[in-house]
């Protein structure tokens, strides 16, 4: 797993300085072969494009902007790709390169970019590969000609499709990387991501931002009482209610165990202060409902605000975490929002 829940790039870093490698040695071996052979411009375009893949190796290491690089990589590539298939003298083996057009394209950009990148080039070195070499007396070789189109295709047809999966599968995966498995709630991975993306915009927009953990008290004995598996529903059951009652803005997770934490934006600490201790007191009087029994659950709080308590996460959650120690302490089913 990537340790965050973003889409991870470093397979296109890595292919990416691969092909820049390859070039690189590539670029100075047919420069200096086309130089032998009298091909000058198409010699000095090879020389040249290898050195600046060379120069280019250095910056993708790190760059964050590795899209536009390897837009700034690529075109020249192509292009240089459709230029030798059409010089005087040039080797109808070179299309054998074209195809790799759509792999590379989105191996290395992704299924959008990948896709309009390839569609361009590759109708581009179907059409050169056809003025070039199957109507040299005027007359087009019909089956040659199907074969290149064909199999132009079956290339962009093979890419597209190996992308799409791959882009849909690893979506899935973050999906599950960032979701607690019994109640489908964010997990803390999740909500450590969302926090910086919260903490930014209340930041830019100068709002509240509030962190609550709640606690479920006496879940032992839930589990002792009735079993683990109406622990399991009891559960479900709270991260229901509280998903009902939070507003689409604000992230409720399952921190762990029978811990939750709720991320508010954009509203003022006694306001959040005010909801949550509605939503103990609505809690307590909607018991789960099993076949056999209503069983009550109750939960201690503990808040910390953004700037007054801290300013990232690890500061909120000691906040809030002391503070929720104070509501156990308290006698729980109370919130604490101050030392
Ligand atoms: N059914 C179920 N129980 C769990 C799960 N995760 C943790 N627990 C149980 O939650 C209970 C937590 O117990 P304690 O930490 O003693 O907390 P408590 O009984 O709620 O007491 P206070 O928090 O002090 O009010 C333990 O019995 C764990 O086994 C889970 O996924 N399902």
Excluded at 166 to 174: H, P, S, V
Excluded at 236 to 258: P, T
């Amino acid at each position: 797993m990537t340790g965050q829940l973003v889409q991870n790039v470093q397979h296109r870093r890595d292919v990416m300085r691969l092909l820049l490698s390859i070039t690189f040695f590539g670029g100075m071996f047919f420069g200096v072969l086309n130089l032998y052979r009298g091909l000058l411009p198409l010699a000095v375009l090879e020389l040249v494009y290898g050195a600046f893949s060379l120069y280019l190796l250095r910056i993708v290491k790190h760059t964050p902007d590795l899209k536009k690089w390897t837009l700034i990589y690529l075109l020249p590539f192509f292009s240089i790709m459709m230029y030798a298939l059409y010089v005087p003298n040039s080797s109808s083996s070179i299309f054998a390169w074209v195809l790799t057009i759509p792999v590379i394209s989105y191996l290395l950009l992704g299924r959008r970019w990948g896709f309009w990148l390839a569609a361009v080039y590759i109708t581009i070195g179907v059409v050169v590969y056809h003025i070039k070499f199957l109507s040299d007396d005027g007359t087009l070789n019909l089956a040659l000609s199907v074969n290149v189109l064909l199999s132009a295709c079956l290339m962009m047809t093979f890419a597209h499709v190996y992308e799409k999966n791959r882009e849909q599968n690893e979506q899935r995966l973050l999906e599950l990387a960032g979701t607690d498995r019994l109640t489908g709630l964010a997990n803390r991975m999740k909500l450590s991501e969302d926090f910086n993306r919260c903490r930014s915009f209340a930041r830019r927009h100068q709002t509240p931002l509030t962190l609550i953990l709640l606690d479920l008290d006496y879940f032992k004995n839930i589990n002792d009482q009735y079993g683990h598996h109406v622990g399991d529903l009891a559960l479900c059951h709270v991260a229901d209610f509280f998903q009902q009652r939070i507003r689409k803005s604000d992230l409720l997770a399952r921190f762990g165990g029978e811990e939750f934490a709720i991320l508010m934006t954009a509203a003022e600490l006694a306001d959040c202060v005010m909801h949550i201790d509605q939503l103990r007191q609505e809690l307590q009087q909607t018991p789960l409902v099993t076949d056999s029994q209503q069983i009550t659950i109750t939960f201690s709080a503990g808040m910390a605000s953004l700037g007054k308590d801290g300013d990232d996460l690890q500061q909120l959650l000691h906040s809030a975490d002391t503070r929720l120690y104070q509501a156990k302490n308290n006698g729980r089913n109370c919130v604490v929002y101050k030392d």
